[in-house]
């Protein structure tokens, strides 16, 4: 397993870890299967969206506060139950198939870590998983 850090700088935003995993997938020389990107937060996630414009990633992060507001009275009340719920919503996690050394993602398609109750310092944790 391989682990790495994300420092957020925003209270809620997207941020691209493609080439982050796509460098530990070369570096790890690992060939076929499938990578497990993982998140152990609560109030974070990882998906998999449009890279090629930086207005998608801002429009699911007001997307996502419009649907989940934080004025909404929660009985949850430490502040972030919004973060907690938004994290539910995208999920924290993704399998990505490996091919011949590379990521199969799609040509639009980016990594992404989803800060919903930042900034803060984050972990993103990396599985290889083999064919059987």
Not at 1 to 29: C, P, W
Not at 102 to 122: A, H, N, S, V
């Amino acid at each position: 397993m391989e682990i790495f850090k994300i420092n957020s700088t925003e209270n809620k935003q997207l941020i691209d870890i493609t080439s982050k995993v796509t460098s530990i997938v070369d570096k790890a020389g690992f060939l076929e299967g499938a990578v497990f990107v993982y998140t152990p937060h609560t109030t974070a996630g990882i998906t998999i969206n449009e890279n090629a414009d930086p207005d998608v990633s801002r429009d699911i992060v007001g997307f996502l506060s419009k649907l989940i507001p934080k004025s909404y009275p929660f009985a949850h009340m430490e502040g972030n139950s919004d973060a907690h719920l938004m994290s539910s919503v995208i999920g924290c996690s993704e399998l990505i198939p490996v091919e011949n050394g590379k990521l199969m993602t799609g040509t639009w398609q980016g990594i992404y870590f989803c800060e919903f109750d930042g900034p803060r310092t984050r972990k993103v944790y990396l599985n290889f998983l083999q064919p059987l």
